[in-house]
Structures are given as structure tokens and as C-alpha cells.
């Protein structure tokens, strides 16, 4: 099975713009969470994604907005990009709820320079 | 709320002796725990849960419900066992909680 596939890996932005992840879960699972991961904080949970539907969401400016589309596969967006938004992004998938919710997946993640 | 605490940043000890990787939780039900794992240039990935009460790669993790931890031991650290270590809880239907990791140098 191929593992969590996330794009672009790498990217950089200026002050301002906006930036679209991509996320494709392991083929079978249903269940899309993204963390934001700094040297700092560790990971931080954005949010979760379930049958297209928003389960979960952290603790983060609306400036951070996601979608899952029908195929499990989910995007992450994030406007208005400031210098620390500057981050590894990380997606995971697992199977769904009720099914091991606790086992995630991981990508590799898209690093975000933002200059 | 939930919430994780992985009091050291960094923890080095030489190869061959004791590891203790602390984990302390806070979470008014029960919850599950984790410990997740990344080597370097690797994807993170689940190490083990307590439900399991497994051992991997010669770690375990026990569960004290009385001390709120949860911490990672292994008798015998081997170079391969340096990593950033994370304790993670999962609480009902609230996502995976992370504690800020530790990352764990063993020393030949």
C-alpha cells in the first residue's frame, strides 16, 4: 500500500500570499488530520476530516482553512501567510472513527518557507 | 482539556544504559496513549500504545492512572535508538494530542 502522500513537499511564499497542501491518505482510509509542526511547539493539531465533513478543528486563525473531497483526499489552505506560518505541515490519515482512531498515518510533509 | 507534558527537550545517555523517555497527562476521562517516533529523515510513526501493553523494539510504556504518566522505558539504549520521541493522548472523539517530544541521543 502506498503510504501518506502529501504535496508540494517543499514551498516558499512571501508575506501575504496564500498557499494550497495536498493530502492523499493511505488507499482505504477515510480520516484526514493536519498538524503544524514547529521547532517550538511540536506538533500542533489544525484540524480533522471525515467523510467530507470537519470533525475536529484546533486552535488556529481562520486564515487556516481545510476541505476533504469524496475520494478521502484533502487540502489545506492558508491565507494571508505571515512569517510564522513558517512550519512543516503535516498530514495523517487513518481509518475512521471507532477504528484504531489513535493509530496515525503519517506523510512526510510540506515544508512552508514563508519570506 | 487535554493535555500532554514531556518535561526534557533533550535526553542523552550512553549506549547501554537505562532510558526513561517521562510523559505526564492530563485528561479528565480515560484516555488512550500513545508514543509516536521519528528517526531522522523518517516519517513519524507509531511506536506503541498502551492498550497493547506491547513491547517494541524493546520499549515499553506503562500506564499509571494514579501518577497521570505514561513514560517510555527501555533497558538498554542502542545508538539506533536516538529519535525526536513524542507522547501523544486521544481522549472520546477529540483528535490526537501531542506533547512537545523529546528528543533522546544515545551515545556510543
Known amino acids: 500500500k502506498a503510504g501518506v502522500t502529501q504535496t508540494p513537499r517543499y514551498l516558499i511564499k512571501t508575506r501575504g500570499q496564500q498557499v494550497t497542501l495536498s493530502c492523499s491518505p493511505i488507499?482505504?482510509?477515510?480520516?484526514v488530520s493536519w498538524y503544524q509542526q514547529t521547532p517550538g511547539q511540536g506538533l500542533q493539531f489544525l484540524f480533522e476530516?471525515?467523510?467530507?465533513?470537519?470533525?475536529n478543528k484546533g486552535n488556529f486563525p481562520g486564515r487556516f482553512s481545510g476541505r476533504q473531497f469524496s475520494n478521502s483526499r484533502s487540502e489545506m489552505n492558508v491565507s494571508t501567510l505571515e512569517l510564522g506560518d513558517s512550519a512543516l505541515y503535516l498530514c495523517?490519515?487513518?481509518?475512521?472513527?471507532?477504528?484504531?482512531?489513535?493509530?496515525?498515518?503519517f506523510g512526510e510533509g510540506s515544508r512552508l518557507t514563508v519570506l | 482539556a487535554q493535555r500532554v507534558t514531556q518535561p526534557e527537550k533533550l535526553l542523552s545517555v550512553f549506549k547501554g544504559a537505562p532510558v526513561e523517555l517521562k510523559c505526564n497527562y492530563s485528561?479528565?476521562?480515560?484516555?488512550?496513549l500513545f508514543w509516536y517516533v521519528q528517526y531522522s529523515r523518517q516519517r513519524l510513526q507509531l511506536l506503541l500504545r498502551?492498550?497493547s501493553r506491547e513491547s517494541i523494539k524493546g520499549f515499553t510504556a506503562d500506564l499509571n492512572k494514579g501518577e497521570t504518566s505514561f513514560h517510555l522505558k527501555k533497558p538498554f539504549a542502542q545508538e539506533e535508538d536516538s529519535a525526536m520521541y513524542y507522547c501523544?493522548?486521544?481522549?472520546?472523539?477529540?483528535?490526537?494530542?501531542f506533547g512537545k517530544g523529546t528528543r533522546l541521543s544515545v551515545i556510543a
Open positions: 495523517a490519515s487513518s481509518l475512521g472513527p471507532g477504528q484504531n482512531t489513535g493509530e496515525l498515518f
Open positions: 488507499s482505504g482510509h477515510r480520516s
Open positions: 476530516y471525515f467523510s467530507e465533513t470537519q470533525r
Open positions: 485528561y479528565s476521562g480515560s484516555p488512550e
Open positions: 498502551h492498550i
Open positions: 501523544a493522548l486521544k481522549g472520546g472523539n477529540t483528535p490526537l494530542v
